[in-house]
């Protein structure tokens, strides 16, 4: 079992969500997020909980990349090391493009995107220098296709950081003596504290526990990709891929 699991973007919604169903099966956790108070509450309740785990808390801005590289070896130390890091922080802000909201595009993209790249860079050093290791990536079923308005950048990043994901997959190809694995997820609608003002289909739509369950049991898995929860979001996502650009549309 990958003991020793590093959330980032852990105080809220599927982070959140992922850290209490890893605590009930005995994973030690590293839980990292900017608002600190929210992070010592969760690691409160999960230790009352589940007395025999360890749980460590850090402040983390992803933005901040030298602080990624910082917070990841202090985890390292705290925990004895990582055996499976979940890239799963990350920001919705967005406008349809040409209409001034480039400032809240670019902060999507700095954090979905580059501060993604500096969380996976951190963990994949590790997992090289110890042979072993688990990258999960917390991508988005609207990766699948160019998607309008106020999704356009935050589809954008998180199809960047599936082929990220993808390109550090195809490193591992053929290469001996290594236990590392890579994982991309692809979450349709679960409900999260991102997403309460955002009108989507919510007949579609999860709760949040349902929806990290299907996450975790796909982490445990350690499948290389899958959209999460499998129905109806598998076969919406072969749809996505190859229809034309107006359904899509429809779709979202």
Known sequence: ?????????????????????LAAKGHHLALTARRVDRLEALRDELIAAHPGIEV???????NDHDQVFAVFKQAISDLGGLDRVIVNAGLGKGGRIGTGKFAA???????NFIAALAQCEAAMEHFYERKSGHLVVISSMSAMRGMPSSMTTYAATKAGIAMIAEGIRS????????????????????????NEGVQQETRMMVDTETGCRALVKKIEAEVVDAAVPGWPWAPIGQVMKHAPLGIVRRLV
């Open 171 to 194: 490193d591992l190809i053929g290469r001996k003596g290594l236990d590392i694995k890579v994982t991309t997820l692809y979450p349709g609608y679960i409900a999260s504290e991102m």
């Open 105 to 111: 595009n670019k902060e999507t993209a700095e954090t």
């Open 56 to 62: 460590v808390v850090h402040a983390l801005d992803v």
């Open 1 to 21: 079992m990958r003991t020793n699991v590093l959330i980032t973007g852990a105080s809220s919604g599927l982070g959140a969500g992922m850290a209490r169903i």
